[in-house]
Nanobody
Framework: QVQLVESGGGLVQAGGSLRLSCAVT?????LAWFRQAPGREREFVAA????????YYADSVKGRFTISRDNAKNTVYLEMNSLKPEDAAVYYC?????????????????WGQGTQVTVSS
């Protein structure tokens, strides 16, 4: 049984930074972050492969966000820098047993409850 618990959301000013954490119980092959803002579709943010740390990013966050994992703590992080108001959303951690079409939410079987990120301008 896989469980994902996000933490670290909050309010930050535009240009600021925030680090999200996803505590993982159980085993998955891929962990990813998605986000969803009010009135918008869920959007892929970044993914990481547990075995070797290989990563994949959405163009909208490339160069600003970094996904990483700590195998000893069974935790995945999303370091977010240079935050923009358009980054505001509920951020979800998702787990998959495959490394395939990482950008597609349909590939992920496990989802956390989400953590709110608010960016003030």
């Amino acid at each position: 049984q896989v469980q994902l618990v996000e933490s670290g959301g909050g309010l930050v000013q535009a240009g600021g930074s925030l680090r999200l954490s996803c505590a993982v119980t159980g085993r998955t092959f891929t962990l990813a972050w998605f986000r969803q803002a009010p009135g918008r579709e869920r959007e892929f943010v970044a993914a990481i492969r547990w075995s070797d740390g290989n990563t994949y990013y959405a163009d909208s966050v490339k160069g600003r966000f970094t996904i990483s994992r700590d195998n000893a703590k069974n935790t995945v992080y999303l370091e977010m820098n240079s935050l923009k108001p358009e980054d505001a959303a509920v951020y979800y951690c998702a787990g998959s047993h495959v490394w395939l079409r990482q950008w597609s939410g349909a590939m992920y079987k496990y989802w956390g409850q989400g953590t709110q990120v608010t960016v003030s301008s």
